[in-house]
């Protein structure tokens, strides 16, 4: 038999036919004879248990918890929608004064407590009537098994013990398949992979301290020691110094040392570019329109990775500070990026772009609407998050208080994760057992970043 597969299948489609047809013989004979009042009774019975999960669940507890923390006349709060998914609750109420919503918005710390789950709420401004949302979650991410020291959000974030641990997120879970696949964190439906080849780019914000660098990091060392040189390329771009990226120094995937001047950035970004439009005229001679063809065709290209720590220098408002030849370089830098952006996709060029200050002055417009997916850690306000996750999304700026813990955001696909934390020691200890020939310089860049 040359396909037992599909024989196998038609065999099962026949008999489920069969049974389907002897079921609803019996089905219609039962009512015929007098079932009808019993089916008619568990009809009533399931719109009865509707009805009561609806007024008793959670969405009524949570409506009931807001209308009674309001003071004075008239403080009624409507549930327009609620939605339930893997646990996570998304609430939307309406209220009649848009100082109600003000009111809430300061004491949103108690709610969590009175529902036994993680809150945020933050308004919706895309209705003209006072709108609240809420996100609660009664699912559990981990947490610090030993105390932790937290200064101010603006401050240092240092954990005792990492709630998730490089090895503990790796060595447990098997990664999908995919082109460029990497880890994000553990979220509340379990692991949480991302494949760079489908994002295409990734923008990461958040305060000093909340996480970025540290999942950078991770991210980057589960790529280099997965795929090889011919695999990916990596251009690393540290506007804070480049103490971070020291730690991947000697790799094979790197063409060119780690950036990190303004200038010696705008060149790299130039280089890129040139790169890019070299690519695609490739693709015009043989006919195609991405690297994926071009491999089918005979010729494979490495896919190519920048990474930008802290994109903050080249923003907007400090060129306005800077001599005009360094505002020169930065305006290139910041224009090439666009260009990448937005054309790299097809090519394999893929940006990680990180920053303290997720706001339009520091990024270019053009370069947020090509990227496809973000990542908030905490952040300062629910601007800042709006900024980063878009479609008014505020919840970044009431996550725990947690070094790594963030909100994943690509499409309709929308996690709270801890991602996995990897030190500077253990990283370069993993590279140099999958890449012996490393040279072994300093390591630094300890922060959770």
Same mark, same amino acid.
Not at 370 to 375: C, L, P, R
């Given at each position: 038999?040359?396909?037992?597969?599909?024989?196998?299948?038609?065999?099962?489609?026949?008999? +489920?036919?069969?049974?389907?047809?002897?079921?609803?013989?019996?089905?219609?004979?039962?009512?015929?004879?007098?079932?009808?009042?019993?089916?008619?009774?568990?009809?009533?019975?399931?719109?009865?248990?509707? !009805?009561?999960?609806?007024?008793?669940?959670?969405?009524? %507890?949570?409506?009931?918890?807001?209308?009674?923390?309001? #003071?004075?006349? +008239?403080?009624?709060? !409507?549930?327009?929608?609620?939605?339930?998914?893997?646990?996570? !609750?998304?609430?939307?109420?309406?209220?009649?004064?848009? &100082?109600?919503?003000?009111?809430?918005?300061?004491?949103?710390?108690?709610?969590?407590?009175?529902?036994?789950?993680?809150?945020?709420? !933050?308004?919706?401004?895309?209705?003209? *009537?006072?709108?609240?949302?809420?996100?609660?979650?009664?699912?559990?991410?981990?947490?610090?098994?030993?105390?932790?020291?937290? +200064?101010?959000?603006?401050?240092?974030?240092?954990?005792?013990?990492?709630?998730?641990?490089?090895?503990?997120?790796?060595?447990?879970?098997?990664?999908?398949?995919?082109?460029?696949?990497?880890?994000?964190?553990?979220?509340?439906?379990?692991?949480?992979?991302?494949?760079?080849?489908?994002?295409?780019?990734?923008?990461?914000?958040?305060?000093?301290?909340?996480?970025?660098?540290?999942?950078?990091?991770?991210?980057?060392? *589960?790529?280099?020691?997965?795929?090889?040189?011919?695999?990916?390329?990596?251009?690393?771009?540290?506007?804070?110094?480049?103490?971070?990226?020291?730690?991947?120094?000697?790799?094979?995937?790197?063409?060119?040392?780690?950036?990190?001047?303004?200038? /010696?950035?705008?060149? #790299?970004?130039?280089?890129?570019?040139?790169?890019?439009?070299?690519?695609?005229?490739?693709?015009?001679?043989?006919?195609?329109?991405?690297?994926?063809?071009?491999?089918?065709?005979?010729?494979?290209?490495?896919?190519?990775?920048?990474?930008?720590?802290?994109?903050?220098?080249?923003?907007?408002?400090?060129?306005?500070?800077?001599?005009?030849?360094?505002?020169?370089?930065?305006?290139?830098?910041?224009?090439?990026?666009?260009?990448?952006?937005? &054309?790299?996709?097809?090519?394999?060029?893929?940006?990680?772009?990180?920053?303290?200050?997720?706001?339009?002055?520091?990024?270019?417009?053009? &370069?947020?609407?090509?990227?496809?997916?973000?990542?908030?850690?905490?952040?300062?306000?629910?601007?800042?998050?709006?900024?980063?996750?878009?479609?008014?999304?505020?919840?970044?700026?009431? &996550?725990? *208080?947690?070094?790594?813990?963030?909100?994943?955001?690509?499409?309709?696909?929308?996690?709270?994760?801890?991602?996995?934390?990897?030190? +500077? /020691?253990?990283?370069?200890? *993993?590279?140099?057992?999958?890449?012996?020939?490393? %040279?072994?310089?300093?390591?630094?860049?300890?922060?959770?970043?």
């Amino acid at each position: 038999m040359r396909h037992p597969r599909r024989f196998l299948v038609g065999v099962a489609a026949v008999l +489920g036919g069969i049974v389907s047809w002897v079921v609803a013989g019996l089905l219609v004979s039962w009512l015929v004879a007098g079932g009808w009042p019993g089916l008619l009774l568990l009809a009533l019975a399931i719109l009865l248990i509707h !009805w009561l999960r609806r007024r008793l669940g959670f969405p009524e %507890r949570a409506r009931r918890t807001l209308e009674q923390s309001l #003071a004075g006349e +008239g403080r009624r709060v !409507w549930l327009v929608s609620a939605r339930r998914r893997h646990g996570v !609750w998304d609430l939307c109420f309406r209220l009649r004064d848009p &100082l109600q919503i003000a009111d809430l918005l300061r004491r949103q710390a108690a709610f969590g407590p009175a529902l036994g789950a993680s809150v945020s709420l !933050w308004p919706d401004r895309r209705w003209r *009537r006072p709108v609240l949302r809420m996100r609660a979650s009664t699912v559990r991410l981990p947490g610090p098994r030993d105390p932790f020291e937290v +200064g101010e959000l603006s401050g240092p974030v240092r954990l005792v013990t990492p709630p998730v641990t490089y090895q503990g997120f790796y060595g447990r879970y098997q990664a999908p398949k995919g082109v460029l696949v990497s880890g994000i964190g553990y979220s509340t439906r379990g692991p949480l992979w991302t494949d760079l080849a489908s994002l295409p780019h990734l923008l990461i914000g958040g305060q000093t301290g909340t996480g970025k660098s540290a999942f950078l990091r991770q991210l980057l060392v *589960r790529l280099l020691t997965t795929y090889g040189p011919e695999q990916v390329q990596l251009l690393l771009i540290d506007l804070k110094g480049g103490a971070e990226f020291q730690v991947f120094a000697g790799l094979p995937h790197l063409p060119a040392p780690v950036v990190g001047q303004v200038g /010696e950035c705008a060149h #790299a970004i130039a280089q890129l570019v040139g790169a890019l439009q070299e690519r695609l005229e490739v693709f015009r001679r043989r006919g195609v329109q991405s690297l994926e063809e071009l491999g089918r065709s005979g010729l494979r290209l490495p896919r190519i990775v920048v990474a930008i720590d802290e994109v903050t220098s080249l923003a907007y408002r400090e060129i306005q500070r800077v001599a005009p030849e360094e505002a020169v370089l930065r305006y290139a830098a910041l224009d090439g990026l666009s260009t990448l952006a937005r &054309l790299g996709r097809a090519a394999g060029i893929h940006l990680l772009v990180a920053t303290q200050r997720p706001d339009p002055e520091v990024l270019p417009g053009q &370069l947020l609407a090509n990227v496809g997916a973000s990542i908030a850690f905490g952040v300062r306000n629910y601007r800042d998050s709006e900024t980063i996750l878009r479609e008014g999304d505020a919840s970044a700026a009431f &996550l725990p *208080r947690v070094a790594g813990r963030g909100v994943y955001v690509f499409g309709m696909e929308r996690e709270e994760f801890q991602t996995p934390f990897l030190s +500077g /020691e253990e990283a370069r200890r *993993r590279l140099e057992e999958r890449w012996p020939e490393l %040279r072994a310089p300093a390591v630094v860049g300890e922060g959770q970043g």
